[in-house]
Each structure stands twice: as structure tokens, then as C-alpha cells.
């Protein structure tokens, strides 16, 4: 599966974005998703995950939780990730990842065990 991620850009302090990743091959319900985050000079971060369409659990990282929703759309190869009350340390590039196995547990935080990526979409949120 070939993964596209998109929505990014620049955001005052406070606003929301909607980052959208489009799933090529395959239909994103037949795998596990992620959002991944690297700030500049950071290492990539877990954000959000949802497992496949079974029970389509969510979880996210304590920095989002409440804030960020990650959402799979009614067309069946898209994923979502709706930020609102973004905040200046939510500047990063987003990744959206998926593996065709749950990562249950701390697995989902791993990004080595995801096994598709997209490139990536810059959110700037500014003060």
C-alpha cells in the first residue's frame, strides 16, 4: 500500500487543521494506522493510531489526547486526523503509517513496526 498524507500548513496558536491520509492499493480498514510526528531537531513521535476495522480502537499520545481525533472516512482508503487548539509545540512534520497486524499495547508507539509511510506534512503553528 502506498500511503499520501496532506492538509498541512501554517496555523495560529488556538486554530485546527485536518491532516488526510489517502491509502493506494488497499483499503485502509484492512490495516492498522498511525500518525507519527517529528519536530525539528526531535526525534519521530507517536500521535494517534486506529485498529483495523474490527473494533477500530483508538489511542492517543497524553501531548494530543483531547485535542487531536484520528478518524477514518467514509471513503474506505482515507484517514484522518482532525488537530484542534493546536499549540506552537505541534510544529512538525505529520506521517501517517499502517501495518497490516494490530500493534496492540505499546506496540503502536513504535515506528519501526509500522510498515508503510507516507512523506510526510509540515504543520506550523505559530504564536
Given amino acids: 500500500v502506498q500511503l499520501q498524507a496532506s492538509g498541512g500548513g501554517l496555523v495560529q496558536a488556538g486554530g485546527s487543521l485536518t491532516l488526510s491520509c489517502a491509502a493506494s492499493g488497499r483499503t485502509s480498514s484492512r490495516y492498522f494506522m498511525g500518525w507519527f510526528r517529528q519536530a525539528p531537531g526531535k526525534d519521530r513521535e507517536f500521535a494517534a493510531s486506529m485498529a483495523r476495522s474490527i473494533d ?8 494530543v489526547k483531547g485535542r487531536f481525533t484520528i478518524s477514518r472516512g467514509n471513503a474506505k482508503n482515507m484517514v484522518y486526523l482532525r488537530m484542534n487548539s493546536l499549540k ?40
Avoid at 477500530?56 to 501531548?63: G, I, M
Avoid at 497490516?100 to 504543520?123: A, I, S
Fill in 56 to 63: 477500530t480502537a483508538t489511542s492517543y499520545a497524553d501531548a
Fill in 88 to 127: 506552537p509545540e505541534d510544529t512538525a512534520v505529520y506521517f501517517c503509517a499502517a501495518d497490516p497486524n494490530d500493534l496492540y499495547g505499546d506496540r503502536r508507539y513504535r515506528d519501526e513496526l509500522y510498515n508503510y509511510w507516507g512523506q510526510g506534512t509540515l504543520v506550523t503553528v505559530s504564536s
